[in-house]
Structures are given as C-alpha cells and as structure tokens.
C-alpha cells in the first residue's frame, strides 16, 4: 500500500494546522505513521488520497451509523441547502428533530440543540449548576466530554492517548471544582457523595465508557449512581453522545433502563453534520435562556442542513429490523475478532456495547481507566499498523472504540477477522 500523497498533504498541513490535524485523535502519533488524507466515502468504505481502500471502523469517530454517504441523506441535504444554508431564525425542523428525540428518549421533556458534544456537556452542567445552586461536579476517569475545562481532568480519548489527561491551560481553581472517581467503584462513589454533596451540583457520566476503549458498566454500578443522586438532590447527566443511538436505539438509557435527569447526545443525531444536544427535566431545562436566567446562545444551532441530516438519520434507524441488522452484524464481528486472537494466539479482552467496540491487549478484566490502561498499546500500534496495510480503518488509538454502521456486510466482517487474524500473527 503507496501513502505518497497522503504523506506530502501531511508535510504541508504540519506547517499551517498545529500537528497537521484539527482534531488531535486524527494523528497517528500514538500508533506510528502518518495519518491518510481521505477524499471519498461510501457505505462502509473510504478512499484515501492515494486511492487505497478501505472497510471503516471510525465512521467519522461514531456518528455514521448508516454509513458513508447514505443516498436518503445526500439527497434531503442537497434539496435543503437549495433552500438556504442557515437562517439564524426557528425553522420547522428543529420541532421535527426536536420531537424524534424526546420520543426515543422519554427521560427527557425539552431539549436544546446545538453544535457539538462539548458545547452539549459543557451547557449541561452550566444549567445544573445553575439550578441546584451549587458548584461541583463529579467525573470519572478515562471519560471524555468534550474539551471545556473542568471536563479536561482525568480524561479520556486523546487526552489519555497522548498522556495529557489533565490538559494545562485549565486553571488550577477551575479544575478543583472537578471530582473525579474510578468507574465502576460504587465504595468511591458512596464516600464522596456521602461528605460532599451539599456542594455537588451534578455527576457527568458516560454510562458505557467508549472513550478509553469500550468499558461496561458492572451490575448495580449504574443504578447505585442513581439512586444516590436522587437522594441527594445531585442532576445525574448521562453523556449519550457516543453512546446514544449505538448502545441501542435508545441509547444507555434505554439498555440498562436508567433515566437520568439530563442527557447529552451529540454524533449519530447530526448524521454526519456538526450537532450536540442537551436536555433533560421540564424543570431543569426552564432554567435555560430565554425562559430561563442560565445562558446558552449559538450562530448556527439548529442549523437546517445538520437537522436535516439529523431527522432523515433517525428516520431510518427506526424502521422496522434495523437494530436487528445491526446487532447480527455486530455479533459477528465479535465472534470473529475474538477467534482470530485466540487462533493467533494473542490474549486479549474483547468488549462490545450495541455497535461500539473495543480489543484490548491484556489478560486482565478492563473495567476502568486503570485496568484499560494495562493493555499493551505497543501490541495494539503492531496490531493496527497490520490491519491497516489490510484495508481494515481503526481509530488510531488503543483508548477509542470501533463503530459499525448499518452498511457493513457480512463480507466486510469476513475480511475484516482474516486481515486480523494475519496482523494478530505479526504482534
Ligand atoms: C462521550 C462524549 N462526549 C462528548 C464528546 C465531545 O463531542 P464533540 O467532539 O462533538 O465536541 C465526545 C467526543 O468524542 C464524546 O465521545
């Protein structure tokens, strides 16, 4: 496989994009290499530059779960942007995504749309702050929020990969506000809410941990959170933007059957075009501008293309077997990395939450940051450099999980689990 092209675009981009990228989990920093310039997709493959092909795991790192280019999608963004590209007025559509929301997710009454899963987290806690009148939140380790700054402590994704978990820049006073606790230690979570709740406003939780790799919730852990939260007046937000639309149609939520206070989606929500959401309680969410005093503004909230992009996705995803389609699919994938690693003779810890997943090089049980962290990430990097060269696009990264959309077939997953088997062999 020739990366030329890709490799020049690389030099050039260093000088004028801080490390050639404008989002750091693109860089190939942490596994070797340079990172592959793309100028197409479709279904569940993209083109590089250098017109190699290949079967994607990141899926632009989780929102395309229908995959690249999905024809309904093209076609209603191209008759929308013929009607205007934005109007910084309400439009219809907001109602219309608006109302596919709350129906999938019923924990929430309202909800506010906007640009990004950070601008999302970051808006969330600003209301529960302002609703409870205090001004701690709780975080645990290896979650990743977006970038604001008192979610930059102990985070996940590229904070973790790049050995930053705790960016500079964040101020110390600002930080101090920030708890944060394994996950999975209900013992932890019971002795900080026990001396400190008063000043605790909210815990910030993504219920299936996807930004360290792909780490479960343990029986009890979740429903302990929130029987704990409710008792103590504490917002509970379940970051959904990974997970939402991919642990099933209705999220963590749905799956473990926990309703929390407020909820952020972000990813699948946008198919593909720049969205975030939050929402929650009637009565948390009154608090927020302009019915409320908590203040959150947006140029390009609700924007029509990224509604759009938004509706036709759910649409689709609620027909009738899609779930059913994406689970076989997903399960066989399962079945067939975890064979090849075995027959490979390579021990690893496989987990999977819906269509996210993650391979981890350990022989321990990964239920936290500390035992994600005991994978061998110079195994994953021989790993991931192998399958690249295969045809097989996973993130670069041992701390992020794959993503399978609604058009991987059973023949991507065939080749997909042979090109694994081949690059377990070379760790
Ligand atoms: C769980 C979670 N929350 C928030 C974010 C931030 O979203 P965005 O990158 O759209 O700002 C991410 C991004 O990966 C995420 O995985």
């Keep these: 496989m020739k990366w030329k092209k890709s490799q020049r675009l690389f030099k050039k981009a260093q000088e004028l994009i801080p490390g050639g990228v404008n989002s750091p989990v693109r860089a190939f920093k942490a596994v070797g290499g340079n990172p592959l310039f793309i100028q197409r997709a479709k279904g569940s493959k993209i083109y590089d530059v250098d017109g190699n092909e290949y079967i994607d795991y990141v899926l632009s790192w989780g929102p395309l779960i229908l995959g690249h280019a999905h024809p309904d999608i093209v076609k209603a963004l191209k008759k929308a942007a013929e009607r205007g590209t934005s109007y910084g007025a309400p439009t219809q559509l907001e109602i219309e995504l608006a109302e596919l929301v709350l129906k999938t997710y019923p924990s929430m009454d309202m909800v506010r749309m906007v640009n990004s899963g950070t601008e999302a987290t970051m808006s969330a806690i600003r209301v529960a702050r302002g609703f409870t009148g205090r001004d701690k939140i709780i975080k645990f380790e290896g979650c990743y929020h977006g970038h604001a700054d008192g979610l930059l402590v102990r985070a996940g994704s590229g904070a973790t990969t790049f050995g930053v978990p705790d960016s500079p820049g964040v101020p110390k006073s600002y930080a101090q506000e920030t ?83 407020m909820t952020c989606l972000g990813k699948v929500i946008g198919g593909g075009l720049p969205v975030g959401a939050y929402g929650g309680r009637k009565d ?67 987990y999977r939450a819906g ?17 994600a962290k005991t994978s061998d990430t110079s195994k994953f990097s021989m790993f991931f450099s192998g399958i690249l060269k295969k045809g097989i696009n996973l993130a670069p990264s041992q701390f992020e999980a794959g993503f399978i959309s609604l058009a991987h077939t059973e023949k991507d997953v065939e080749k997909t689990v042979r090109a694994a088997y081949e690059s377990f062999k070379e760790c």
């Design 179 to 261: 708890i944060t606790l394994p996950f999975n230690d209900v013992e932890a979570l019971k002795n900080v809410i026990n001396e400190e709740w008063k000043s605790i406003a909210c815990v910030i939780i993504e219920p299936v941990v996807g930004n360290i790799g792909c780490v479960l919730p343990m029986p009890g852990f979740l429903e302990t959170l929130r029987k704990l939260t409710k008792k103590n007046g504490i917002i509970l937000i379940f970051d959904e933007v990974m997970t939402g639309f991919r642990v099933s149609f209705g999220g963590a939520q749905a799956y473990y059957g926990i309703k929390p206070d």
């Design 284 to 350: 948390i969410m009154s608090m927020v501008s302009p019915l409320g005093p908590v203040y959150q503004a947006g140029t390009l909230s609700g924007n029509p293309l990224a509604m759009t992009a938004g509706i036709e996705t759910i649409k689709i995803l609620s027909k009738g077997k899609t779930y059913k389609k994406l689970e076989y699919i997903a399960g066989l994938l399962e079945k067939g990395l975890i064979d090849a690693a075995a027959m490979a003779g390579v021990k690893t810890k496989f």
């Design 355 to 371: 269509t996210m997943f993650c391979t981890y090089f350990t022989e321990t049980d990964v239920i936290d940051y500390k035992t």
